[in-house]
């Protein structure tokens, strides 16, 4: 079963804007992850944020948390044609497991 | 090795046939996860293993599939009598286990296609 599920499932936009991505989810998590694909293969880590934290940093990435509302966000600042990709968030419950469930992506293109 | 590795990259089997995928993990890395992803799709939860404890299976489509981990390294996908729907690309990852969440490091995946 799925339980992130990002928003908008598509996004276009040019070069040098900021990118948002939304990811809600239904249960109760002990952290939320980002990750980004390209061409269809595997996955690379971007961050990720703990269920006590609101929000995170990384470079030209921020996260954040809102545990209240079940939902993330991802913004990627001064976006680059390099950060075409698909975008997913996954989910972990802890409890002592590190299981990961993934939403269904969004695609992200930036056009030069 | 530095990464995660999988074996065969791609593999083309004919409808009814097995085939076996294999996921070499990140040494010393306790977690290790099978997904499924479909053209264009999410990744679809497979199999866990953490550690010595029982693998958590609730992701298998069928009983055509079935995975172990020998020793706590390697890993290996079995699919059984595979069908046209079982094409798809099977991506391996592995995590250090911490209970509190870390990153999953994910292999290339491979490439399946039911002839």
């Known amino acids: ?32 992850q980002w990750y980004r694909q390209n061409s ?8 990720l944020i703990r269920s006590n934290e609101r929000e995170k940093h990384s470079g030209r990435l921020r996260v954040t948390l809102d545990t209240s509302k079940k939902s993330s966000s991802l913004l990627i600042t001064a976006s680059r044609a390099a950060d075409t990709a698909s975008y997913f968030c996954a989910t972990g419950n802890g409890g ?3 299981k990961l469930v993934f939403g269904k992506g969004m695609k992200l293109t930036v056009n030069p | 090795g530095a990464g995660v590795s999988q074996s065969p990259s791609n593999k083309v089997t004919e409808k009814g046939k097995d085939v076996e995928l294999r996921c070499d993990p990140i040494s010393g890395h306790t ?4 997904y499924r992803q479909s053209l264009g799709q999410g990744l679809e939860f497979l199999i866990y293993f953490q550690g010595n404890s029982a693998p958590d299976k609730s992701g298998l489509p069928s009983d055509r599939f079935s995975a172990e981990r020998t020793g706590g390294s390697v890993s290996t996908l079995t699919i059984q009598r595979t069908q046209q729907e079982d094409s798809a690309v099977y991506l391996c990852a592995s995590s250090f286990s911490t209970g509190l969440g870390t990153e999953a490091f994910f292999g290339q995946g491979t490439r399946l296609t039911v002839v």
């Not at chain 1, 269809?40 to 971007?46: A, D, E």
């Open chain 1, 40 to 47: 269809g293969r595997g996955l690379v880590h971007l961050i």
């Open chain 2, 31 to 34: 977690a290790l996860y099978w």
């Open chain 1, 1 to 32: 079963s799925q339980q992130g599920e990002e928003d908008p499932q598509a996004l276009s936009i040019q070069e040098g804007e900021n990118a948002t991505m939304n990811c809600s989810y239904k249960t109760s998590i002990n952290n939320l």
């Open chain 1, 96 to 98: 002592g497991s590190e």
